[in-house]
């Protein structure tokens, strides 16, 4: 499904996290409290449903962080002092793209269990 049907009208909370395949919600819809977007393919939301708090993986965040990452900063990841912000942030900005980004420098490298692990600076 790639929108939610055109009855949902009001709605106290709303959690989509993980509907990777939703695009659109309806014109209509109002939200009161919350609305949860992590991982749904989501790129605005209906005016009647834009006082709602939005929610990444049921972290608190601002509409820079779902709707235009890209205008955010790796100054601002690196001085988020909110931790689960700033993780919700990595992860939805990508870890390799924000190491490009920060150019970061390698200083060292192992493996374990898990697979690779590199220490790095910013530079």
């Known amino acids: 499904m790639q929108t939610l049907p055109s009855w949902l009208t009001n709605l106290s909370q709303l959690d989509l996290r993980g ?3 939703l695009t659109d919600l309806p014109a209509t819809l109002a939200v009161n409290s919350w609305i949860d977007l992590a991982d749904t393919q989501i790129e605005w939301l209906p005016v009647a449903a834009r006082s709602a708090q939005l929610r990444w993986c049921g972290v608190p ?26 993780r919700v942030m990595l ?9 490009e980004q920060a150019n ?20």
């Open 61 to 86: 965040v601002d509409e820079r962080i779902v709707f235009r990452l890209e205008t955010i900063k790796v100054e601002e990841v690196l001085n988020e002092r909110n931790a689960e912000r700033r």
């Open 104 to 123: 970061a420098e390698v200083l060292d490298r192992d493996n374990d269990p898990g697979g690779e692990r590199r220490l790095l600076k910013e530079q």
């Open 19 to 21: 509907c990777v395949n």
């Open 91 to 99: 992860k939805h900005m990508g870890y390799e793209a924000f190491l």
